[in-house]
């Protein structure tokens, strides 16, 4: 069978991308793996179970993983005293990740077939025309009506830290051209390290841009929104890719000096989130390696770092990606109707999303990174979410 064939040889692909130089790549082994059902979905061809898993280094920092939608649920590391925290949004069952309490912001999932938008869901690829389902106004949202955050994928442990999902998206899926097989492996370090690695491959051309949707707040997941203005934001980025009224890009990549897009040195985020329309940062950069259309990079420079001065802890951001969003969580509600773990009500800017990526609508923009995956090619793009103490 097609997959399988194509699991096989993802699996056997050798990971060329040179990890930080701090990142020791032998740390995983005395990381731990658990596994434990996390609910039932009931579908056509009858009930699926979803998977939890749990991954534990040395250090006591914990990583939960479930199989719908490729999802990261909890990242519990240590503040400045030792105490251990959790420090990614999401929900408690099954249900609140299905969007059956409330709408399911993404929280922590892997998107796709292609993260972020393409405008009004239209493309054309070797001289054929496109249709995707709109589901963000007239646009393509992160994959569309059911994306990669909405299916159960399916899930292996290995033995040195790590969780393997892997899935395959039929030709047509929402208007996707090709059977792309995908496959996504967290991997945690005893250096207290989160390494997400993305492989696919597809028997069509087709765009491919696959990211992980998770909400931080290095206070802890319920601090709040005055918290999530304490943190100190230093992004490696000159550029980044001014976009319209229905955050499409514009086509041009802008200078950020005299902007505040300009985060180059270390920025109290509370001190510059209400200077940008739309009530925060929904905004690409352009990272400091992008040379062009053809862009691909074999290492993992650093992009961005956050600071959370009163925990002590810092978040460094590694990617090959060209470009990373910045997200403000602005479209969290200002109600009470997004109810999240351990009972914790989640609102506007009580978290941020770092996704790395390829630019927004890039299909459509000829001077943007080509995000077309062919037949014969690997899609292969990791980020590294390194934790330490300040």
């Known amino acids: ?37 996390f609910g039932v979905i009931q579908t056509s061809k009858g009930d699926e179970s979803v998977i939890k898993y749990t991954l534990t280094n040395l250090h006591g920092v ?27 949004l999401g929900f408690d069952d099954l249900d609140g990740y299905r969007g059956v309490k409330a709408r399911n912001p993404y929280f922590g999932s892997t998107v796709g077939r292609v993260a972020n938008r393409i405008a009004k869901g239209r493309f054309r690829l070797d001289g054929i025309d496109y249709q995707l389902a709109t589901n963000n106004g007239a646009n393509h949202l992160h994959g569309g ?18 969780v393997t999902f892997t899935y395959s998206s039929p030709h047509m899926e929402e208007g996707y051209p090709g059977q792309l097989s995908t496959q996504v492996t967290y991997t945690l370090t005893d250096s207290n390290e989160l390494i997400i690695d993305f492989k696919a491959l597809t028997d069509l051309p087709t765009p491919v841009n696959l990211v992980n949707h998770a909400y931080f707040n290095l206070a802890g997941h319920e601090a709040g929104s005055q918290q999530l ?28 000096n005299g902007t505040a897009f300009d985060l180059r040195s270390e920025t109290r985020l509370g001190d510059v989130i209400h200077s940008i329309p739309g009530g925060g940062y929904d905004h690409n950069f352009v990272a400091g390696q992008f040379s062009g259309r053809k862009f691909y990079h074999t290492n993992l420079p650093l992009v961005a770092e956050f600071w959370h001065p009163p925990s002590g802890r810092l978040m460094k951001v590694f990617s090959n ?46 001077n943007f990174p080509d995000s077309v995956l062919r037949p014969g090619m690997v899609y292969h793009r990791t980020t590294v979410f390194k934790f330490s103490i300040k």
């Not at 990971?15 to 005395?30: E, G, H, I, M």
């Not at 399916?154 to 040195?160: D, E, L, S, V, W």
């Not at 550029?239 to 514009?250: A, C, G, L």
């Open 62 to 88: 914990k990583v939960q993983l479930i199989t719908y939608g490729a999802a990261l649920t909890n990242l519990l590391v240590p503040d400045k005293e030792g105490k251990l925290q959790d420090v990614v």
């Open 1 to 37: 069978m097609i997959s399988f064939l194509v699991y096989l040889v993802l699996s056997s692909i050798y990971a060329v991308n040179k990890l930080p130089p701090d990142t020791d790549q032998t740390s995983t082994l005395s990381v731990h793996a658990t596994q434990e059902q």
């Open 229 to 256: 203005y304490n943190h100190r934001v230093q992004l490696y980025a000159d550029r980044y890719t001014p976009v319209d009224d229905e955050k499409i890009p514009t086509g041009e990549l802008a200078s950020v």
């Open 321 to 366: 990606q060209p470009g990373f969003q910045l997200y403000t969580g602005n479209f969290l509600p200002a109600d009470d109707s997004l109810l999240g773990k351990n009972g914790r009500f989640y609102h506007m800017h009580d978290a941020f999303c770092v996704e790395t990526q390829n630019f927004p609508d890039s299909i459509n923009q000829p």
């Open 145 to 162: 009506l059911v994306g990669f955050d909405q299916v159960v994928w399916r899930g292996h442990a290995h033995r040195n830290g790590s």
